[in-house]
């Protein structure tokens, strides 16, 4: 007879850390943008551009480390996420550069100006500069629940990054709003670090208040409202939307931040009234502001007729906002199903193509119906592997975290690209890594770093089950 000692059923579970798909994914990543690179080259001057080497191996070697760093500190997070913000930053790189190239472009800066800039070198170094804020993420960031300790000071440090603006000497008020800081030389957009902020404070508020929220409520017409005293915090983040609305003249940033608590508030207390809720108080409050402030009328009335309201445009800026609303258009019009090809199109009729949200139209003109399909599916897939982490994280907080993010990140897609298509009124937000912009690029490098921490915390085996005293009990015993 023998006795088996090791009782140990359940061992650690063994998942694939997904690290060489990683670095796959990666090379198609950085082949892609070169190759884009070199057609848009060919298109307009006919011959392989000289700084298509240089640009290949910037984005080689930055997407690199960032994969080195992850394969050290993050070993099972999200194989998809830093290939496909790779690809996207590296096509937004090339859009820019070919805007870069447009001789209207550069004329038209010569006679305002009386000089010409490239934004495409800027923009590398933002890029460069938006893997360091990812890697500084990883390495600083061992445990996303770290960040829970920092509630109540997320929330004073969001609503310091949304005032900045208003601030006299310090914010610049950029063809009507009021969303940049300028410190020395540099322009900084506030508003794009103050989502990831207030994403913190969010999933931190909401883990506690939850339960609060949704079981102390009343049934009304098929809906479970709210107690009055539990309005307060939805009541709160509407007027401060409202008020980044009326003093800033943001309607991108607003919708932004007031979708994303809705959306959170939802997850956390599954209560479909609030959506409701949230849906309603923000059609009232954006039909208020948008028939009084000045800035929001005129991109509505542009969004409503942007053709007729050429000849009825009471001011300049409302005819600016027409006459760009119906360049974008004609770009999207132009491009067909297929496109025009890499560098053959005209939307750098469209000023500032390469700022905010009107690089889009560039896509839609040159690339087609079917590059924007694929570009919104990118973003799509960033979206969805958001989800997924927030439905894999093991804890409460994180789960509200990645989902905040997520929603985030898909609001202002659908804002960006819902305005220029002419779904909704424009917002003046960029595009996550395509439109040129340092604050945007650094941003969201590092909501991408906050999503791979999560995502490696959700993924990473379970540990084995610490041994049971009962033990003696299960034992196997064999003739």
């Not at 496109?339 to 003109?365: C, K």
């Not at 905040?404 to 595009?431: D, E, K, N, R, Y």
Request: proline share 5%.
């Amino acid at each position: 007879m023998s006795v088996v000692t090791n009782t140990t059923t359940i061992g650690a579970i063994e998942a694939p850390s997904r690290r060489n798909t990683e670095l796959a994914l990666l090379a198609f990543a950085v082949v892609i943008p070169v190759f884009a690179y070199l057609n848009v080259g060919l298109a307009m001057d006919g011959k392989v551009p000289a700084g298509m080497l240089g640009y290949g191996l910037g984005l080689a070697l930055l997407a690199g480390v960032a994969h080195l760093v992850v394969r050290k500190w993050a070993p099972y997070s999200d194989p998809l996420l830093l290939p496909l913000a790779t690809l996207l930053n590296g096509m937004g790189l090339v859009l820019i550069w070919r805007l870069d190239q447009s001789p209207r472009l550069i004329a038209t800066s010569m006679r305002l100006y009386k000089s010409f800039s490239p934004d495409a070198p800027s923009q590398m170094m933002y890029s460069a500069i938006g893997i360091a804020m990812f890697v500084g993420v990883l390495l600083l960031l061992k445990d996303h629940r770290v960040l829970q300790r920092y509630t109540y000071i997320s929330m004073v440090v969001s609503l310091i990054l949304l005032l900045l603006p208003l601030v006299p000497g310090l914010g610049a008020d950029v063809f009507g709003a009021k969303i940049w800081i300028r410190i020395g030389g540099f322009s900084i957009q506030p508003g794009e670090f103050a989502k990831l902020v207030l994403a913190v404070f969010f999933s931190g508020y909401l883990m506690v208040k939850r339960d609060a929220l949704a079981l102390a409520s009343r049934r009304f017409m098929g809906l479970y409202l709210p107690r009055g005293r539990d309005l307060g915090p939805i009541i709160t983040i509407w007027a401060v939307s409202l008020l980044i609305l009326v003093f800033e003249n943001d309607l991108g940033t607003s919708l932004l931040f007031f979708g994303m608590f809705v959306i959170m508030l939802y997850v956390a207390t599954e209560r479909t009234s609030w959506i409701v809720m949230g849906l309603l108080m923000a059609v009232a409050g954006a039909a208020v502001v948008g028939s009084t402030a000045s800035h929001v009328k005129s991109r509505v009335a542009a969004w409503l007729d942007p053709f007729g309201c050429l000849e009825t445009a009471t001011d300049q800026n409302m005819l600016n906002a027409c006459d760009q609303m119906s360049q974008v258009l004609m770009s999207f019009g132009s491009g067909g199903i297929l496109g025009t090809g890499l560098g053959q199109g005209n939307s750098d009729l469209i000023q500032f193509a390469a700022n905010s949200d009107f690089i889009f139209a560039t896509v839609g003109e040159e690339l087609g119906l079917a590059g924007v399909m694929v570009f919104l599916l990118l973003y799509g897939l960033i979206v969805e592997r958001g989800i997924r982490t927030s439905l894999a994280a093991r804890d409460p907080f994180g789960k509200l975290l990645a989902m905040g993010l997520s929603g985030a990140f898909a609001l202002q897609i659908f804002v960006v690209a819902g305005g220029v298509m002419g779904l909704i009124p424009l917002t003046g937000m960029t595009m996550p890594f395509l439109a040129y912009g340092g604050s945007s690029v650094i941003a969201n490098w590092a909501l991408i770093g906050i999503l791979i921490r999560i995502s490696d915390t959700a993924r990473r085996p379970a540990p084995a089950p610490a041994p049971s005293p009962d033990a003696e009990m299960t034992q196997v015993v064999r003739p």
